[in-house]
């Protein structure tokens, strides 16, 4: 296995800074969605505030004799207030209390009973864009007396210089209770989600440069959410992947040394076979009737190590691709497989349409079927049903009559070396399976049971390749089963 080292993320780019940014942009998106009432709220209360103190300063008025003040008391009263004009008015009264010589005109006049936070909200940034103040009325009630109206008229110039005060203190707060919130929402997901997810890769990219050694010891406590059930099955898994590959390795070396005693075994068998095929010329009687179950058995000997020897081969069967029709496929297989079957059978009934073509190897497929057909014959069938449909997957479906499959070989229908019925090899499945599978198909047991037994292939339709023109239907000579 390549030992290539996973590049570590920039830290720039890792998740823990990518939760704090996201963390942050959340948080400043909220504020600023608050930015407009609270701007709003800063500018309805600054103004009640001048209404307060106008209020307070025109009932000085009222405590003096003959309600008199003079120029530079009133002056002062009206400075201290932050205004040029106040008046009140009552419900059987108006009063024209303080004022001073206006310069310039009105250029905004405030109800407070009728403005709305947007509305002030959107004055604030008025205020806050204008290039030049100017005077700017407000009328609003008195909190001491609520049946009293206060009038004002001062200038805008203190106000735009507090709003864009209080908008740099609402954008600071902003900033500072995204960063706290950022910093302990990173620390909390760093916490309960980065560290462990390090952890799982961690385990990963070690299992992967060394499947084959010892786990790491459990973390401790084992924790009981999402995270801790990852990491449970990812342990599992790699457990279990320890142990298939300690055994796969084994049966790869076992397999070495069986090619190898299969190579030897088959020299010895053909000197068997030439030498037992001379006791057909036997002059005894008694030798020359033994001779054909000598032969037969060496034969059946010689079949087993050449099919041993095609599943042990590396990798998957080559494939000589070339378009053909299914159907004269399914006509040659069925003749082939008519010495087998059993006294009474009635064959291969072919109900393919003539017009489903495919792009594959066809010795291989033809291999295939023979053993599926001869199968089903050994195991008494009577008849066996080849249907297909077709599209962009054909599915080719072989069905007979017979009486199911055992319990105890459907568990181990394809593993090779397992073989349902005396005598034989059980790799003819398993084999068979692979050149499906090469093909980019697959061959599954669809159902089984006293009516019968049903196999469903499955092939690829349509191939990016150029197909070559269709053959002629003409059988593999001395094709032997799978």
């Excluded at 004799?65 to 207030?81: H, N, S, V």
């Excluded at 041993?308 to 004269?328: H, M, N, Q, V």
Aim: hydrophobic fraction near 45%.
């Amino acid at each position: 296995m390549a030992d290539r080292r996973p590049d570590a993320p920039r830290p720039a780019r890792s998740l823990s800074i990518r939760l704090l940014w996201l963390t942050m942009g959340f948080v400043m998106v909220a504020q600023a969605l608050i930015l407009v009432p609270s701007l709003g709220r800063a500018y309805l209360d600054w103004l009640g505030t001048r209404i307060e103190a106008s209020h307070l300063a025109a009932l000085a008025l009222e405590a003096a004799p003959d309600q008199m003040l003079g120029e530079e008391l009133e002056d002062r009263l009206l400075r201290l207030a932050g205004v040029e004009v106040v008046s009140l008015r009552k419900p059987d009264q108006r009063v024209l209390a303080l004022a001073r010589p206006l310069e310039g005109p009105i250029v905004r006049t405030v109800d407070l009973d009728a403005i709305s936070l947007p509305r002030a909200a959107a004055d604030v940034f008025e205020i806050l864009v204008m290039p030049k103040t100017g005077l700017m009325r407000v009328i609003g009630p008195s909190a001491k007396e609520p049946g009293t109206l206060v009038d004002i008229v001062m200038r805008s110039g203190a106000l735009k210089r507090d709003m864009h005060v209080a908008l740099v203190r609402i954008l600071a707060e902003a900033l500072a209770i995204s960063l706290v919130a950022g910093v302990l929402l990173f620390l909390a997901l760093h916490w309960l989600l980065v560290r462990p997810m390090r952890r799982l890769t961690d385990s990963i990219v070690a299992f992967r440069r060394d499947p084959e050694a010892a786990p790491p010891p459990p973390a401790t406590p084992p924790r009981d959410d999402e995270i801790g059930r990852a990491q449970s099955e990812l342990a599992a898994m790699q457990e279990e992947l320890r142990r298939a590959l300690w055994q796969k390795s084994r049966l790869a070396a076992l397999g070495t040394a069986v090619t190898k005693i299969n190579h030897d075994m088959r020299g010895i068998l053909a000197t068997a076979l030439l030498i037992s095929d001379r006791l057909t010329t036997s002059e005894d009687p008694k030798v020359r009737q033994m001779a054909p179950t000598l032969l037969a058995a060496i034969e059946r000997a010689v079949a087993l190590c050449k099919q041993t020897l095609d599943y042990a081969r590396e990798g998957p069967p080559p494939l000589d691709l070339r378009r053909f029709a299914l159907a004269s496929l399914v006509d040659e297989a069925a003749r082939a497989a008519e010495p087998y079957p059993r006294e009474g059978a009635t064959g291969v009934e072919n109900r393919v349409p003539r017009t489903i073509e495919l792009y594959a190897d066809r010795e291989q497929l033809f291999r295939v079927l023979l053993n599926l057909f001869r199968n089903a014959f050994e195991a008494g069938a009577r008849r066996v049903t080849v249907t297909a449909e077709p599209g962009e997957t054909v599915v080719i479906t072989v069905a007979d009559d017979g009486p199911g499959l055992p319990a105890k070989v459907r568990e181990a229908l394809f593993s090779p070396f397992t073989s349902g019925r005396r005598g034989g090899t059980g790799l003819g499945l398993a084999i068979a399976r692979d050149v499906m599978r090469t093909h980019g198909g697959d061959i599954a047991l669809e159902r089984t049971g006293p009516e019968g037994t049903v196999f469903r292939l499955t092939l690829p339709g349509e191939s990016p390749m150029e197909p070559a023109p269709v053959e002629a239907a003409t059988a593999p000579r001395g094709t032997a089963p799978v």
